[in-house]
């Protein structure tokens, strides 16, 4: 994938302001592409931190998959992980990025639904990368 990628000229909007990534934001990331923590997120605000993989409970997530099963394995750590009042963001190839995938926007929705989940934003994460934000359901938040 191209090094470039993470040029934040891609959009108008900060990557992280689009992925809601906030001061004090315990971020997990899974299977990100080389470069997206250190060029992608950035500089990180006050006291939030990154680490990859799910190690104790997020606010925010950011898992990238090029195959469904991947996201239909790694679900239940995500929602089980993810804080009540949290998300996470479910990142899938562009079709435009020709880099093969079975990951759709409605595939993902197909998956995450029927558990309680809803999405609730989409975005262009890269030229190679879209997001589709999901959380718990509100009427099931404790």
Same mark, same amino acid.
């Given at each position: 994938?191209a090094? !470039?990628?993470? !040029?934040?000229g891609?959009?108008?909007?900060? #990557?992280?302001?689009? @992925?809601?990534?906030?001061?004090g @934001?315990?971020i997990a990331? @899974?299977?990100?592409?080389? $470069?997206?923590?250190?060029? $992608? ?6 006291g939030?931190?990154a680490?990859? $993989?799910?190690?104790?409970?997020? !606010?925010?997530?950011i ?7 991947a996201?239909?394995?790694q679900?239940?750590? @995500? ?5 009540p009042?949290?998300a996470f963001?479910?990142?899938?190839p562009k ?16 998956? =995450?639904?029927?558990? $309680?989940? =809803?999405d ?6 890269s030229?190679?990368?879209?997001g #589709?934000?999901?959380? #718990?359901?509100?009427? #099931?938040?404790?």
């Open positions: 994938m090094a !470039d990628q993470w !040029d934040q891609y959009a108008k909007t900060p #990557l992280p302001r689009k @992925l809601g990534v906030k001061e @934001l315990r990331v @899974l299977d990100a592409p080389e $470069g997206f923590v250190e060029r $992608g997120l950035g500089p990180l605000p006050d939030s931190t680490a990859a $993989g799910l190690d104790g409970p997020v !606010d925010l997530a898992a990238f998959v090029s195959e469904l099963a996201l239909e394995a679900l239940p750590d @995500l929602a089980r992980a993810t804080a009042d949290g963001w479910v990142a899938w079709k435009a990025s020709k880099v093969p995938t079975d990951v759709t926007e409605d595939r993902i929705r197909d998956v =995450v639904l029927p558990r $309680g989940l =809803v609730v934003k989409v975005c262009a994460i030229p190679i990368w879209s #589709l934000k999901i959380c #718990l359901r509100r009427e #099931l938040r404790a």
